[in-house]
């Protein structure tokens, strides 16, 4: 029975023809920005859901994989809103000491100066002058991209709260002997004059050359053979080491060698280090250039000679003759000259892992400096017991046996940088008495003795401010800072991260333990790790394949809402992402789809008015069951980060709704009186309403475009992105028996729209049909009759009685399904003879096709040497074959 109507009658609302999202989204940024919508409800239910952003470098252009990680953080954060709960994300830039010190320096050097003639303060404010610049423009990408961070929170890595962040963790480590300095061993790139940490090392498989030199011993009888990639790096050599088991050099420990080209004497040891089965048998130990043969040094008290400046030039304890060479000029020199001097037995060609910095891609040398460290052993292990506990849990879960891998191997951070951007380290020499000061407060002058102080003059890691990032920018370790009121306590520990799995040692296992060490909780409880996007031949994205896309150039043509779209739609957990600028043709077109179906509904609401408490079609039962059901897959899928599964929710839409329901929906609104017309709008209106609230979170924009179009009495005031998300749930035993009814129906038309195809009879053609159907089945085909002559394009569907078995009436063609039987009278419309012909040949040749896939399958040679996806494609198409020989057939029997 159809309610009572509204008196407010409706206008036909008209959307622009073509979808320009263009038109409307920065505008519909605008609004949520200053309606506060991105800040945390103080009215949520529940706990709150906290994001803090993964910095990006303040000096960069994002990318695509920071619009992916973007995309996704968005997701999550909009469904959890949209579920009630207080929601924040945190958006921040990083102050990327090396990269944006390289920038600037650049910059200097393009104006025929350098950061040294400039000073250390100059360019300190130069440099946040470039900050500057740039983090206006990564404001307005990630704008761009529809992220509803809450501005108003916004942090950076050298900002007051988080610089106090950094200097309490900095002397806090010191006072709890986590944090010492001293002379080690450390990855040094010469062009970026710093240390580095090991993490920050990248290493690649390069050709080479392997040198095998003559080592005479010091009393002129013999020699050892070695072979080296370095041999510049000969003139730091302070032994040659053997295995002390190897016969090869029985007795040869404690003699004393001459060093090709200097003449200087070095011992031969013996150490177990030495792999007997490797080259020669024997070692050259450069304690100063190589981490192994630092050890080696150490055990056997060896000398330490440093050869290498820190612009990669060669220094005083070389000859003259190679003194300041650079390190490729050196290698050269000294090739040339141990073949003159008869040194050179013998190079050859090999392939070997070499370092390069992460940052530069120099060539990474092992240096000897001295540096600040971080004793991580005891925090590895917390942050290990931390997980075993069940208090991170990774997603997939894969990705925790990298992280266990690597805290139980791990080594000292070295945490101090050779830069003059970034925290400078708070410690202070004394120039009288030469004693360390560590300070959370400047000092100036030596709380031992009162003479002059001197700061060091080294900054820490970038990573060093960016591990404290969960809670520093909560205000940590003040309770109140840097944010809202209460912050840290409301919010921390946060949610969730959601980052990729390149950063796994760099970022996430160190926030983990910072966390706990400093606030005694682990800083976030759900790690998603997504893939690395990767171009169709399956290449890493980067800028020297010129592979990469511009995330705002798809902006620009397709849309943030296409952008979001198709990233979310291609996540599929642990895997990497294939891509090209094609594929996001796949979100415009489906956003393009809502925006046409939106417009059809809203542009047909002239004269309607909605009714009050409509009753309910069949049909209009069925699509409410279907965005139940979506809905609860949604929520599930999101909650475990699962986002490629938002294909159910396109399925919902492009099929359920646009195809089935829409459709289904002009019985009424073209052919019911007034008051079922009305009806028909009210519930069509209350479904789209639901429809854009569940496809908020991946297509924001456009779906808030369309909210704001629907009328008031639909909508409510409020924007959708502050609407709660659609209740899912199992159907009632009454919905579920209906929704399985609407699925026979659905078969029957499909049935007939197949067969409608095979005789290539066109959509606007209207066609007699005669149906026999199951008991079970009968009424509600009886009831829908109607609906199934409109979906199949039939003029008319009579009932036909089991009792007339399967003869096929004069004229007709037969089908059948699971519980029905149908003929199509075609007489008149098709040549019987003509039509018969024509599927007696498709069988032929599809007989013939499938007979060879299936030969092509039995083959052993075929199944064992063809990739595994061209198997499954070939197996799949002999499925489709076999399937359409036994329609032909079964419409030949009937025919």
Not at 268 to 273: L, S
Not at 635 to 663: H, K, P, Q, T
Request: aromatic fraction near 10%; hydrophobic fraction near 40%.
């Amino acid at each position: 029975m159809v309610g009572e109507a509204y008196k407010k009658m409706l206008k036909s609302i008209q959307l622009e023809k073509a979808y320009n999202p263009e038109s409307f989204e920065d505008k519909i940024y605008t609004l949520w920005k200053d309606s506060g919508a991105f800040k945390p409800r103080e009215d949520g239910e529940g706990e709150p859901y906290t994001i803090v952003i993964p910095p990006p470098n303040v000096t960069g252009i994002l990318h695509m994989g920071h619009a992916l990680n973007i995309t996704l953080q968005d997701i999550a954060i909009r469904f959890q809103r949209m579920s009630g709960r207080p929601t924040l994300w945190v958006p921040g830039c990083d102050h990327a000491g090396i990269a944006t010190q390289n920038v600037v320096e650049k910059k200097l050097r393009a104006c025929g100066t350098s950061r040294h003639e400039l000073g250390r303060e100059s360019f300190v404010e130069e440099t946040w002058k470039v900050k500057a610049e740039h983090h206006e423009v990564i404001s307005r990408q990630i704008a761009s991209m529809g992220a509803s961070v809450d501005w108003s929170r916004e942090r950076f890595t050298l900002d007051e709260g988080l610089s106090g962040a950094v200097r309490e963790v900095f002397v806090a480590l010191y006072e709890r002997g986590l944090l010492y300095k001293g002379q080690y061993l450390v990855n040094w790139c010469t062009s970026c004059g710093t240390a580095l940490s090991d993490d920050e090392v990248d290493h690649e498989d390069v050709h080479g050359k392997m040198y095998h030199v003559r080592y005479p011993y010091a009393d002129g009888e013999g020699f050892i053979r070695i072979a080296t990639t370095r041999p510049e790096t000969m003139f730091g050599d302070t032994a040659v080491a053997v295995h002390p088991e190897d016969e090869r050099y029985a007795g040869a420990a404690g003699r004393m060698l001459k060093l090709p080209l200097s003449g200087r004497e070095i011992p031969v040891v013996a150490d177990g280090y030495v792999d007997r089965a490797f080259g020669t048998g024997a070692l050259k130990i450069t304690p100063a250039h190589d981490p192994n043969d630092w050890e080696v040094g150490r055990r056997h008290g060896l000398p330490i000679i440093n050869i290498i400046t820190g612009d990669g030039k060669l220094n005083g304890e070389v000859p003259a003759g190679y003194r300041g060479l650079s390190i490729k000029e050196a290698r050269e020199a000294v090739v040339r000259d141990l073949r003159e001097g008869g040194f050179l037995l013998k190079e050859e060609g090999i392939s070997h892992a070499v370092g390069f910095c992460y940052r530069c891609g120099t060539v990474i040398e092992p240096y000897m400096s001295e540096q600040w460290f971080v004793r991580m052993k005891p925090l590895a292990e917390a942050a290990l017991l931390a997980w075993r506990r069940g208090e991170i849990v990774f997603y997939p879960r894969k990705w925790e046996n990298t992280y266990r891998h690597w805290l139980e191997n791990i080594r000292d951070w070295c945490v101090s940088r050779q830069l003059w951007w970034g925290h400078r380290i708070p410690a202070w020499t004394c120039e009288r008495c030469g004693k360390l000061t560590v300070s959370r407060v400047d000092i100036s002058a030596c709380p031992d003795c009162g003479g002059d102080v001197k700061q060091d003059e080294d900054v820490l890691d970038t990573w060093f401010s960016s591990w404290l990032w969960p809670f520093s920018t909560l205000g940590w370790p003040n309770a109140v800072g840097g944010g809202a009121a209460g912050d840290f306590e409301r919010f921390y520990p946060t949610t969730a991260l959601v980052t990729a799995y390149d950063i796994i040692f760099f970022w996430v296992a160190r926030m983990i333990m910072a966390g706990l060490e400093f606030t005694g909780k682990a800083p976030f409880h759900d790690i998603y790790i997504h893939g690395l996007l990767r171009d169709k031949q399956g290449r890493k994205m980067s800028k020297s394949l010129g592979n990469g896309i511009d995330p705002q150039e798809i902006i620009g043509e397709y849309g943030a809402d296409a952008l979001k779209f198709t990233l979310a739609f291609l996540c599929a957990q642990g895997q990497d992402i294939l891509l090209d600028k094609e594929s996001f043709k796949l979100g415009s077109k489906f956003a393009n789809k809502l925006w046409n179906a939106s417009r059809y509904i809203l542009m047909n609401l002239d004269g309607r008015s909605l009714v009050q408490k409509p009753a309910l079609l069949s049909v209009e039962r069925w699509i409410y069951t279907r965005l139940r059901r979506v809905a609860r897959t949604m929520g599930e899928a999101l909650s475990g980060y699962r986002y490629n599964e938002v294909a159910a929710a396109y399925d919902f839409f492009w099929n359920d709704f646009c195809d089935w329901y829409v459709e289904a929906t002009k019985l009424s609104t073209k052919g019911g009186d007034e008051a079922e017309k009305d009806r028909a709008v009210t519930v069509l209106l209350d479904v789209l309403a639901g429809t854009l609230r569940l496809l908020h979170p991946f297509l924001p924009f456009v779906t808030e475009e369309i909210w704001g179009k629907l009328p008031e009495e639909v909508r409510g005031s409020g924007l959708l992105i502050t609407q709660s998300y659609p209740q899912g749930g199992e159907p009632s035993s009454d919905d579920e028996k209906n929704e399985n009814d609407f699925a026979f129906l659905q078969e029957l038309v499909r049935a007939i729209r197949t067969l409608r195809s095979e005789c290539t009879i066109p959509p606007e053609k209207k066609l007699r049909a005669a149906a026999t159907v199951d008991g079970s089945y009968a009424p509600f085909i009886t009831e829908n009759r109607e609906l199934v002559c409109l979906l199949a394009g039939l003029s008319e569907l009579v009932d036909r009685p089991a009792s007339l078995g399967h003869t096929v009436p004069e004229g007709a063609v037969a089908l059948a399904g699971a519980g029905f039987e149908a003929f199509l009278y075609i007489a008149g419309v098709v040549d019987m003879a003509l039509l018969k012909a024509k599927w007696t040949r498709e069988l032929e040749n599809d007989k013939k096709f499938a007979a060879g896939l299936k030969a092509k399958l039995e083959n052993e040679n075929f199944l064992k040497n063809a990739p595994v996806d061209l198997v499954e494609t070939e197996k799949h198409k002999l499925s489709e074959a076999e399937k359409r020989v036994g329609k032909l057939e079964g419409y030949l029997a009937k025919c």
